[in-house]
């Protein structure tokens, strides 16, 4: 969670900076899956291209919980259903 605070925070604080623009890009790629265009993330320093590698992993994970949960959720509503049709 340390690591989309800090992008939130870099974005909010130097929202006209190059490195704030393209992980604002990098996000919304993501969460509407998005094209992006790799070779932004070659335009930023050192420090920031971890910070969007990193951004990349965590929102890979939490993709991946996500899909955990909704696969726990369809699981529970089929066994309420078969219990239901016991009845």
């Known amino acids: 969670m340390r690591t ?24 919304l790629s993501l969460e509407t899956e998005g094209p992006f265009k790799l070779n932004d993330l070659y335009s930023l320093s050192p420090e ?4 969007a590698i990193d951004v990349l992993r965590d929102w890979r994970l939490d993709r991946y919980y996500m899909s955990k949960a909704k696969l726990f959720d ?12 016991k009845s």
């Open 4 to 27: 989309i605070k800090s992008a939130r925070r870099l974005i909010e604080t130097s929202p006209d900076e190059p490195a704030a623009r393209i992980l604002a890009r990098l996000v």
């Open 48 to 51: 920031h291209f971890d910070l």
């Open 74 to 85: 369809v699981s529970w509503q089929l066994r309420e259903l078969q219990e239901a049709s």
